[in-house]
């Protein structure tokens, strides 16, 4: 049915299917996006997490829904090798290595191509169609080709390399092509963007000015797509309730004395190498050991959710983090009390809010984040203006939130001072801090993303109608 006037296009529908039934997918991308699909009664084409599972489009909460299949084998060339084993490395600065696979490349082809037929088969005439994320970057072109009536926009959650990086692909044109189709194609850092511009210009040559690129169309003219930078952000306004709530804050309480009323130092991520949990743990491990920290007085809870178990990088990552784990603890705990609570699981959001809310120091030691909306979710729920967030300056959250202790991850001893200064920070000052960088979240929230992103999609969408004189 092709009814809708917006439709999103993500690698993921907002829900997953798993054993038991329906449950919200992982990651920053779905937690910013439900609201504003839900918001607009706009369609979301996407895979439902599971091989092989072919299923009739469906509505949940006044979204459609539209499952996009994906066999055994895609899921491992398309999803576990091209998007994850060649993108997500090389896009955050070939932290781990990328490779470079030719039937990744075939196979991410070929998935594109039915994202892109499912989104033009969902739409109506002249709808926006929204493109997100790295999985997916070739369907704006074959979106427009398909459907030159839509207007598309393309966003990207992840860094966008430096050319010196990004030139390592074997395929870069063709991936700067498809993500030229889109009118519109946001980046979450201003650096980003300006990547993205500066590859076109060195491997396509197009003329670019500003956030404008002049792209060549099929009938020998130009038309221009723009490059800018659009921070995401949370539903902040939902944090905040939670926060309020009588049952959540007991629950932060109950935590705190689980932990013997420790200063409670607090990590939550993916399971993911680019996150620094490594970094994290040996700064604070090494803390303990020169006796600068004792264990009968602080305690770090790692939340660390299951992520790509398949890929061999993560399969290598957790093994190394939980011999970490076991060291740091080994090392120092007392029969009483552990050094490190270590939770490989997901938990609901009201859990994570009690947590913030038990945290006095967030740790985000990213070693290269888009954005990190962790960052954003511990400030947002900070409702007594207390705690201290150690932000790392490589996720993109630090662009704004600038009274955050920033830390440079790799330099262990600048990170182990950090932590040292949180825990030490006078309460005015964390209020000070926390009340900047509160405003900064409340302001810029999800719905003042999403209208941005939307307005200029709209813009774009005058000007072809102006164009096209209709
Ligand atoms: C990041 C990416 C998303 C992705 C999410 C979870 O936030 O930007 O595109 O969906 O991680 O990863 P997964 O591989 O489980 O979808």
Request: charged content about 25%.
């Amino acid at each position: 049915m092709s009814d809708a006037d917006l439709v999103i296009v993500a690698n993921r529908l907002p829900v997953d299917r798993d054993a038991d039934g329906w449950r919200t997918s992982p990651g920053g991308l779905v937690a910013a996006l439900e609201p504003v699909v839900r918001q607009t009664k706009g369609a979301w084409v996407g895979w439902p997490g599971q091989p092989d599972l072919e299923l009739q489009p469906f509505e949940v909460d006044g979204m459609r829904l539209v499952p996009v299949a994906l066999s055994e084998q895609e899921v491992e060339l398309h999803y576990e090798g091209f998007a994850n084993a060649t993108i997500w490395p090389l896009y955050h600065d070939v932290i781990a290595v990328p490779r470079y696979r030719r039937v990744w490349w075939d196979a991410y082809v070929r998935v594109n191509e039915r994202f892109a037929q499912a989104a033009a088969a969902a739409a109506a005439p002249n709808a926006t169609v929204w493109v997100h994320d790295y999985q997916l970057q070739l369907v704006p072109a074959m979106l427009r080709e398909a459907r030159p009536d839509l207007t598309i926009g393309y966003f990207h959650h992840i860094p966008f390399p430096a050319y010196g990086l990004y030139s390592q692909l074997p395929w870069r044109r063709l991936v700067l092509e498809g993500l030229l189709g889109a009118d519109v194609i946001g980046f979450q850092r201003v650096a980003d963007a300006s990547n993205f511009t500066a590859c076109v210009r060195r491997l396509l040559h197009f003329e670019t000015r500003a956030s404008g690129i002049r792209v060549p169309t099929a009938d020998g003219g130009t038309r221009v797509a723009l490059a800018k930078a659009f921070p995401i952000s949370i539903d902040a306004a939902a944090y905040v309730e939670l926060a309020g709530r009588a049952e959540v804050q007991e629950r932060a309480r109950e935590i705190r004395e689980s932990l013997g009323g420790r200063t409670v130092l607090l990590g939550v991520d993916r399971l993911d190498y680019t996150k620094g949990i490594r970094h994290r743990l040996k700064a604070y491990g090494e803390l303990l050991d020169e006796g600068r920290l004792d264990v009968e007085d602080v305690v770090l809870v790692q939340v660390a959710s299951p992520s790509r178990e398949r890929v061999a990088a993560y399969v290598e990552l957790r093994d190394e983090i939980e011999r970490t784990v076991a060291r740091v603890n080994g090392n120092s705990d007392t029969v009483g009390s552990s050094a490190v609570r270590y939770l490989h699981q997901s938990y609901p959001r009201e859990e994570m809010v009690a947590l913030f809310l038990a945290a006095d120091v967030m740790l985000v030691t990213a070693l290269r984040d888009g954005m990190n909306l962790v960052a954003k979710e511990y400030a947002a729920s900070r409702v007594d203006n207390r705690g201290v967030l150690i932000l790392s300056e490589f996720a993109g959250a630090a662009d704004e939130l600038r009274t955050a202790l920033r830390v440079n991850p790799h330099d262990i001893d600048t990170l182990k001072n950090a932590i040292l200064e949180a825990i030490e920070m006078p309460a005015a000052e964390q209020s000070r801090r926390m009340r900047t960088l509160r405003r900064r979240v409340l302001d810029n929230d999800i719905e003042a993303w999403s209208r941005a992103c939307l307005s200029a999609l709209a813009e774009a969408r005058d000007q072809r109608m102006k164009r096209s004189g209709s």
